[in-house]
T-cell receptor, first 115, second 118 residues
Framework: NAGVMQNPRHLVRRRGQEARLRCSPM?????VYWYRQLPEEGLKFMVY????????ESGMPKERFSAEFPKEGPSILRIQQVVRGDSAAYFC?????????????FGSGTRLTVV | AQTVTQSQPEMSVQEAETVTLSCTYD???????LFWYKQPPSRQMILVIR??????QNATENRFSVNFQKAAKSFSLKISDSQLGDTAMYFC???????????????FGTGTRLKVLA
């Protein structure tokens, strides 16, 4: 089991460009969670998705951010027209059912740098 | 809303000594879970230890143990016999089940940077 795979590991974008971050959940997992870690801060919840459905997006910024988890393929976190404040590490986690109180396994994250 | 506070931005400890990292939280929930995560420079989030709020017994995992004081809403991490490999950021996290979302979500503190000195 390869664990939660995120790519790219590092991503550099110029202001105004689009960033696409990918997350492949653990084998057999159909639920995905995205968290963002701003510099010198802890992780903050962004969105929870099941296959083809967004269940909870209460942590997503209202504009420029979107997420999807298609029937086939990885979950994608998309940031349009990036700004410097989007520079952060973005982490993904997955689970088989509607979450677990035992703690999630996170991917290694994607560090987005906006220049 | 729940909050998690880690009041020690940085700490250092001599190798083989013991260090305690503090964490306090605020919640009106009665059933929840608490975690400590380690984040080394590789950025990987590594689960160190977990505590269930309804259990009075403090969790232990080898050299890592917690002091869980539910009434005081305190959840400190003790690292015994510190090793150089323990150098990392340590995050305290609160987790509860969301009735609306139907899933478990974390709330993380801002972290404590621990450096173990040779």
């Amino acid at each position: 089991n390869a664990g939660v795979m995120q790519n790219p590991r590092h991503l550099v974008r110029r202001r105004g460009q689009e960033a696409r971050l990918r997350c492949s959940p653990m084998k057999g997992h159909s639920h995905v969670y995205w968290y963002r870690q701003l510099p010198e801060e802890g992780l903050k919840f962004m969105v929870y998705l099941q296959k083809e459905n967004i269940i909870d997006e209460s942590g997503m910024p209202k504009e420029r951010f979107s997420a999807e988890f298609p029937k086939e393929g990885p979950s994608i976190l998309r940031i349009q027209q990036v700004v410097r404040g989007d520079s952060a590490a973005y982490f993904c986690a997955s689970s088989t059912t509607t979450g677990t109180s035992y703690g999630y396994t996170f991917g290694s994250g994607t560090r987005l740098t906006v220049v | 809303a729940q909050t998690v506070t880690q009041s020690q931005p940085e700490m250092s400890v001599q190798e083989a000594e013991t260090v305690t990292l503090s964490c306090t939280y605020d919640t009106s929930e009665s059933n929840y879970y608490l975690f400590w995560y380690k984040q080394p420079p590789s950025r990987q989030m590594i689960l160190v230890i977990r505590q269930e709020a309804y259990k009075q017994q403090n969790a232990t995992e080898n050299r890592f143990s917690v002091n869980f004081q539910k009434a005081a809403k305190s959840f400190s991490l003790k690292i015994s016999d510190s090793q150089l490999g323990d150098t990392a950021m340590y995050f305290c996290a609160f987790m509860k089940h969301g009735r609306t979302s139907g899933t478990y979500k974390y709330i993380f503190g801002t972290g404590t940077r621990l450096k173990v000195l040779a």
